[in-house]
């Protein structure tokens, strides 16, 4: 059974980069942003041209390739064996946002000052193009591979992992593996991450819609109702930032992934605090006001919630939408690993109440917790720190919900770097161009060491 020659590896990691950086482009340029209106594919054309066209790339390469019939999820498979590694990515990007936000257009890839910018370099197509162009990197080296890796491609990460649930259902799992859609060195443990839904009737005449994912601190939303002047004096007086525009007063924050509500500034929550204290208020607007206001913590609604595994609870108002007739709040909770999600759930539906608010758990993603000791955790630690020289780097714990959480023996594994700023969910979204290619070398030799590695 041949060895790796590192040299050989470093040679074809160089030849493969620009073809790497060219077929991420290509990708990026489509905008795989969910579209619920579709029914097939599910999740609309632009997911679907995005599936389609890495699965043409892998074959092109030399992999085995599948295609959901119901459009759900790809497959591309290399190597021989019973045993399964998997490598689990995702297409589907979220909403770009304001566009005046951004310095490059999210779906016109550019490299600027060794940056390579748009919508999903982090956040999944970089790193899967990267783990990806890393493995054609190891096949060409002439290495044997006596475990099947297979590169599983979701295209619902961003929203209900349906594509995932449907994968699970209909395929062979692997024995463990890895998704690049997180930070190095690893993620050993994610959070519960808790989805709700908050309604009731509308009985006031505010209407109101604002915020595109919950999995994202939204950074405006605009007002379009009465007293717009008062509003603007009191957003004065409150130090926040806002623009007045022809069509009404738009509230400005700051967007971050919803694991990072701490990092975000939440402009929902700074209009609902601004509306209830000039008088205009609803439901929603006063549970916002009175029970979370600008803590992104929510502890004055559930009070300390943290753990020594996960640290602490993360509570983020994705999205409202106040209609004549209804009110709706949209809440991502990220609930550290020990703590109880059923206490989670009594604390917001008991508060909820008081202000006629119905509670409707709409996603519930367990957390998970590989330990450190497992031999995946230590076989991608060893490689990482072997290709780096970090050394002080440790597993850490997250708040964040990626494809790990869908199987078992499965951890977060890059692709940003620690000291690199992670921009995933945010404008002027970019990965560096020197990170890609290190990835490339780390997910070479990591996925060398675990086609050679028992699972025990």
Same mark, same amino acid.
């Given at each position: 059974?041949?060895?790796?020659?590192?040299?050989?590896?470093? #040679?074809?990691i160089q030849k493969w980069k620009e073809p790497m950086i060219e077929s991420l482009k290509e990708i990026l340029r489509i905008p795989s942003i969910l579209d619920e209106s579709s029914q097939h594919p599910p999740f609309g054309s632009s997911i679907d041209e995005a599936l389609r066209k890495i699965l043409a790339l892998c074959d092109h390469l030399g992999f085995r390739t599948y295609y959901d019939p119901e459009g759900y999820y790809g497959y591309a498979e290399v190597g021989v064996g019973t045993e399964l590694i998997g490598v689990l990515s995702h297409l589907d990007v979220v909403p770009a946002g304001d566009l005046n936000t951004w310095d490059q257009h999210p779906f016109d890839p550019q490299i600027v000052d060794g940056k390579l910018y748009g919508r999903g370099t982090q956040d999944d197509k970089g790193p899967t193009m990267a783990a990806l162009f890393a493995v054609k990197a190891l096949m060409e080296t002439g290495v044997d591979l006596p475990k099947r890796v297979r590169f599983i491609f979701g295209t619902d990460?961003?929203? @209900?992992?349906? *594509?995932?649930?449907?994968y699970v259902q209909k395929e062979e799992v692997p024995i463990f593996g890895f998704t690049p859609d997180s930070k190095f060195p690893l993620i050993y443990a994610e959070k519960g991450l808790l989805q709700v839904q908050l309604q009731a009737s509308n009985t006031t005449t505010l209407t109101l819609e604002g915020g595109t994912a919950l999995n994202s601190v939204p950074d405006r939303i605009v007002y379009r109702g009465d007293r717009q002047e008062a509003l603007v004096s009191y957003l004065e007086k409150l130090g926040y930032d806002y623009q007045v525009h022809a069509t009404g007063v738009e509230v400005l924050g700051k967007a971050s992934h919803a694991q990072f509500t701490e990092r975000g500034i939440n402009a929902i929550s700074r209009l609902a605090i601004a509306l209830h204290d000039i008088g205009i208020g609803s439901r929603a607007i006063q549970f916002i006001a009175h029970e979370i206001k600008e803590d992104p913590h929510a502890t004055g609604l559930f009070g300390p919630v943290e753990? &020594?595994?996960?640290?602490k609870l993360n509570c983020n108002i994705g999205k409202i939408k106040i209609t004549e007739k209804h009110e709706e709040l949209l809440i991502d909770i990220r609930i550290p690993?020990? =703590?109880?999600?059923? #206490?989670?759930?009594?604390?917001?539906?008991?508060?909820?109440?008081? !202000? %006629?608010? +119905?509670?409707? #758990? /709409?996603?519930?993603?367990?957390? $998970?917790?590989?330990?450190?000791? @497992? =031999?995946?955790?230590?076989?991608?630690?060893?490689? !990482?720190? #072997? =290709? +780096? %020289?970090? *050394?002080?780097?440790?597993?850490?714990?997250? %708040?964040?919900? +990626?494809? &790990? /959480?869908?199987?078992?023996? *499965?951890? &977060?594994? %890059? &692709? $940003?770097?620690? @000291? /690199?700023e992670k921009m995933a969910h945010q404008s002027n979204e970019y990965i560096e161009v020197e990170d890609l290619t290190l990835s490339m070398e780390i997910y070479a030799k990591? $996925? !060398? /060491?675990l086609t050679r590695t028992t699972n025990s």
């Amino acid at each position: 059974m041949a060895s790796l020659d590192d040299v050989q590896l470093m #040679e074809q990691i160089q030849k493969w980069k620009e073809p790497m950086i060219e077929s991420l482009k290509e990708i990026l340029r489509i905008p795989s942003i969910l579209d619920e209106s579709s029914q097939h594919p599910p999740f609309g054309s632009s997911i679907d041209e995005a599936l389609r066209k890495i699965l043409a790339l892998c074959d092109h390469l030399g992999f085995r390739t599948y295609y959901d019939p119901e459009g759900y999820y790809g497959y591309a498979e290399v190597g021989v064996g019973t045993e399964l590694i998997g490598v689990l990515s995702h297409l589907d990007v979220v909403p770009a946002g304001d566009l005046n936000t951004w310095d490059q257009h999210p779906f016109d890839p550019q490299i600027v000052d060794g940056k390579l910018y748009g919508r999903g370099t982090q956040d999944d197509k970089g790193p899967t193009m990267a783990a990806l162009f890393a493995v054609k990197a190891l096949m060409e080296t002439g290495v044997d591979l006596p475990k099947r890796v297979r590169f599983i491609f979701g295209t619902d990460e961003e929203n @209900h992992w349906r *594509c995932m649930k449907k994968y699970v259902q209909k395929e062979e799992v692997p024995i463990f593996g890895f998704t690049p859609d997180s930070k190095f060195p690893l993620i050993y443990a994610e959070k519960g991450l808790l989805q709700v839904q908050l309604q009731a009737s509308n009985t006031t005449t505010l209407t109101l819609e604002g915020g595109t994912a919950l999995n994202s601190v939204p950074d405006r939303i605009v007002y379009r109702g009465d007293r717009q002047e008062a509003l603007v004096s009191y957003l004065e007086k409150l130090g926040y930032d806002y623009q007045v525009h022809a069509t009404g007063v738009e509230v400005l924050g700051k967007a971050s992934h919803a694991q990072f509500t701490e990092r975000g500034i939440n402009a929902i929550s700074r209009l609902a605090i601004a509306l209830h204290d000039i008088g205009i208020g609803s439901r929603a607007i006063q549970f916002i006001a009175h029970e979370i206001k600008e803590d992104p913590h929510a502890t004055g609604l559930f009070g300390p919630v943290e753990d &020594a595994v996960s640290g602490k609870l993360n509570c983020n108002i994705g999205k409202i939408k106040i209609t004549e007739k209804h009110e709706e709040l949209l809440i991502d909770i990220r609930i550290p690993v020990t =703590v109880d999600k059923q #206490e989670i759930l009594d604390k917001l539906s008991q508060k909820a109440q008081l !202000y %006629g608010l +119905t509670l409707k #758990e /709409r996603e519930w993603m367990p957390s $998970i917790y590989v330990p450190k000791d @497992h =031999v995946l955790v230590r076989t991608l630690m060893q490689v !990482y720190q #072997e =290709v +780096t %020289g970090d *050394c002080v780097s440790k597993p850490i714990a997250s %708040g964040g919900a +990626t494809y &790990a /959480r869908a199987m078992k023996n *499965c951890v &977060a594994f %890059g &692709a $940003i770097f620690p @000291h /690199r700023e992670k921009m995933a969910h945010q404008s002027n979204e970019y990965i560096e161009v020197e990170d890609l290619t290190l990835s490339m070398e780390i997910y070479a030799k990591a $996925i !060398y /060491r675990l086609t050679r590695t028992t699972n025990s």
